[in-house]
C-alpha cells in the first residue's frame, strides 16, 4: 500500500535521513537532524554529530545564512533552550528570522525541554507531531538512557520460519540471504558496542565489525565470557583487542589468561555469577558508567538471548526470518522452560520489512517508556 506523503512528511523524512547518519554517535546527546526550506526547496542540512559539537538546527541555520529568513525549519526533536555545552538553539532560530518550525517530537528531558513555548513567545509559527513515530524511534536509546541506568539493549536473530537460530550441527551460515546481512551492518553502525556470547566466538570466530556500511569508528565489542575462555589466536584479540571487553566471572580475575589478556589491551568486568549465570544487569551499569557504551546490539547466541530475556533486559527486537525449516533437531531461538502462555514473554510489534525474501519483524519490550503507547504494525 502506497501512502501519499505531506510536503511537511516529505521533508521530515530528509530531516530523518540526516539525523541516521550520526545515530548512535551522538549519545549521551540525542541523534537529530534539520533542514531549512524555502520556497519548496531545501536550502541546507545539518545533523548532531556527536555530544559537545554543535546541534543540528545551529548547523543548518548557519549554512543557510541569509536564506534562513523567512523559511521553514523542519527538524525531528525539539530545539533545546538551554544553555549546555551550547548555547540555546531557540535562540539561534530566532537571531534567524525563521518563519515557521516544524518538529517531530517533543524532547523527552525535562532539562532542554520548553524550546517549542519559546518559539511561540517569539511569534514563529510552531507545530509539533509531524511523523512523531518516526522521530520516536530515532531517539529510542536516547530515551531509555534517560530513564535508566543501563545502556539501551537490541536483539537481533536471524531464524528459520519454525524459529531456529541454526541447523542440529550448530551450523546457522547463512539463514538470511545477502540484503538482509547488509542491512545488520547497517544496524551494528547505531550502536556503541556488538555484544556475543563466548559460545558464537568459539563458533564462528568474528571480527562483529561494521563492513558494508561507511562508519567514521567502529562499534566496540562486548563479549559474554564467564570463565575466560577466548582464544589468544581468535580474531577478536589478533585484530580487535582495544576494542574488546569482556564480561567475565570475579574468579576469573586471578587466572593467567586474564594478566595476558590485559597486557594484550583487552577490557575485563568482572561481575557476580552463581552455577555459571552472570550478573548482566551489573555488568551493563559498568559498561554505561565506566565504558560510555550507551547502546548495545546483541547478535546471540540462544544462551545469551534467554538470560536477557529472563532479566528482561531487551529493548528492541529485531526477528529476520528467513523461507526456510529446520526441524525439531536444530538449535532453538530461546531455549527457555517456559510452563504455560500465561507466562510467555510479550513485545509489541512496531515495523515489519522486507529483505528479498527474508522479513523483518521489530519490536519493543511493553516495558519501554513509548511501545504501548504507539506500537502498531506499518508497512515499508
Given at each position: ?17 540526516e ?24 536550502i541546507?542540512?545539518g545533523?548532531?554529530?556527536r ?11 548557519e ?8 523559511s521553514?525549519?523542519y ?13 540555546p ?30 518559539l ?8 509539533v ?5 518516526d ?6 536509546d ?9 545502556p ?26 545477502k ?10 553502525s547505531?550502536h ?21 556500511w ?22 577478536l ?42 550478573d ?33 533486559l ?18 532453538p ?44 504494525e506499518?508497512?515499508?
Amino acid at each position: 500500500m502506497h501512502v501519499e506523503l505531506t510536503q511537511d512528511e516529505w521533508f521530515m523524512k530528509v530531516a530523518l535521513r540526516e539525523a541516521y547518519k550520526a545515530k548512535g554517535k551522538t549519545l549521551p546527546n540525542p541523534a537529530v537532524g534539520a533542514v531549512v526550506v524555502k520556497n519548496g526547496k531545501v536550502i541546507s542540512t545539518g545533523y548532531h554529530e556527536r555530544a559537545g559539537l554543535p546541534h543540528a538546527e545551529r548547523i543548518a541555520l548557519e549554512r543557510a545564512g541569509k536564506e534562513a529568513e523567512g523559511s521553514t525549519l523542519y527538524i525531528t526533536l525539539e530545539p533545546c533552550n538551554h544553555y549546555g555545552k551550547t548555547p540555546p538553539c531557540t535562540e539561534k532560530i530566532i537571531e534567524s528570522k525563521v518563519k515557521r518550525v516544524v518538529i517531530g517530537v517533543k524532547d523527552p528531558n525535562p532539562v532542554a525541554s520548553g524550546g517549542v513555548d519559546r518559539l511561540k513567545e517569539a511569534g514563529i509559527e510552531v507545530e509539533v507531531g509531524v511523523l512523531e513515530r518516526d522521530c520516536l524511534e530515532l531517539i529510542d536509546d536516547f530515551i531509555l538512557n534517560l530513564k535508566e541506568d543501563r545502556p539501551f539493549i537490541s536483539l537481533k536473530l536471524a531464524l528459520s520460519l519454525d524459529g531456529s537460530i541454526a541447523d542440529k550441527r550448530g551450523t546457522s551460515k547463512w539463514i538470511t540471504g545477502k540484503e538482509a546481512r547488509t542491512f545488520v551492518h547497517k544496524l551494528r553502525s547505531y550502536h556503541s558496542a556488538v555484544m556475543v556470547g563466548i559460545e558464537t566466538v568459539l563458533k564462528d570466530d568474528p571480527l562483529l565489525n561494521v563492513r558494508e556500511w561507511e562508519v567514521k569508528s567502529q562499534p566496540k565489542v562486548v563479549v559474554v565470557d564467564g570463565k575466560l575462555r577466548i582464544p589468544l589466536h581468535s580474531k577478536l584479540i589478533t585484530e580487535r583487542a582495544k576494542d574488546l571487553i569482556l564480561i567475565t566471572a570475579q574468579p576469573s580475575l586471578l587466572g593467567y589468561k586474564a594478566k595476558i589478556l590485559e597486557d594484550l589491551g583487552v577490557s575485563l568486568v568482572p561481575v557476580f555469577g552463581i552455577n555459571g549465570n552472570l550478573d548482566l544487569k551489573s555488568a551493563f551499569k559498568t559498561l554505561k558508567k565506566e565504558y560510555s557504551i550507551y547502546s548495545l546490539f546483541c547478535e546471540g547466541g540462544g544462551k545469551l538471548a534467554s538470560s536477557l530475556l529472563k532479566g528482561e533486559l531487551i529493548d528492541k527486537l529485531y526477528l529476520f526470518y528467513a523461507p526456510k525449516i529446520l526441524g525439531s533437531a536444530s538449535v532453538p531461538s530461546f531455549p527457555l522452560d517456559i510452563p504455560s502462555i500465561d507466562k510467555a514473554f510479550s513485545f509489541d510489534l512496531w515495523n515489519s520489512l522486507t529483505f528479498g525474501q527474508d522479513v523483518l519483524l521489530v519490536y519493543y519490550s511493553k516495558l519501554f517508556p513509548f511501545s504501548s503507547e504507539n506500537s502498531k504494525e506499518s508497512l515499508p
